[in-house]
């Protein structure tokens, strides 16, 4: 069994922002594997269903990103998951450009709030995860003003195909493995 995290914060104010893009690949997994997102239980909404022919848990934390971690132990508790191989966690990364994607296996929050809170309730960091690429913040921006800011109409049309691949980041982890999924999508996307 599988948990795919998708970082983000709940409320209107914050869709379609950087931030939420997590938000946006369980969006995309839930359609494209017809699986409702309906239950409200770990700090999360949840939907279950099959990705890639395992069974799986789509979650959505509910606790605001800087305490995501609460949703994620919770979730890795009831359903029994070992969290080095059973959890998968989507998140924006600001040092990748907009569209690229990134899987790892392991690694420091690098300055990730909602990854650094699922890190101190884990106790390690060996645990998978897809990065996405919002792009670096401008000079003279506060990072939180821009992550928590929506993408240009430009943006937006790569970051919806970046979701796209994201999601088929996610399968190809589940049924051949996180190195097959690294060698397939790490390649910097071509402009």
Request: aromatic letters at 6%; glycine letters at 12%.
């Amino acid at each position: 069994m599988y948990i795919i995290v998708g970082l983000g914060n709940p409320g209107r104010e914050y869709q379609n922002t950087r931030h939420n893009i997590g938000f946006d690949v369980i969006d995309r997994l839930a359609e494209s594997e017809n699986i409702g997102l309906t239950e409200k239980k770990h700090k999360a909404v949840l939907g279950k269903g099959l990705v890639a022919g395992q069974k799986c848990v789509l979650a959505k934390p509910v606790t605001y990103m800087n305490l995501s971690g609460e949703s994620v132990r919770e979730m890795i508790d009831y359903f029994k998951v070992d969290e080095t191989t059973g959890l998968i966690v989507i998140s924006d990364d600001v040092s990748l450009d907009v569209g690229q994607i990134r899987v790892r296996k392991k690694g420091s929050a690098g300055g990730h709030n909602g990854l650094k809170n699922i890190i101190a309730h884990l106790g390690h960091d060996q645990f998978l995860r897809v990065k996405m690429g919002v792009g670096e913040k401008p000079a003279g921006w506060d990072l939180a003003d821009y992550v928590l800011g929506h993408f240009s109409a430009e943006e937006r049309g790569l970051m919806e195909e970046a979701c796209d691949r994201a999601a088929e980041a996610v399968r190809t982890m589940i049924a051949d493995g996180a190195d097959v999924a690294m060698n397939r999508f790490n390649s910097k996307k071509e402009a």
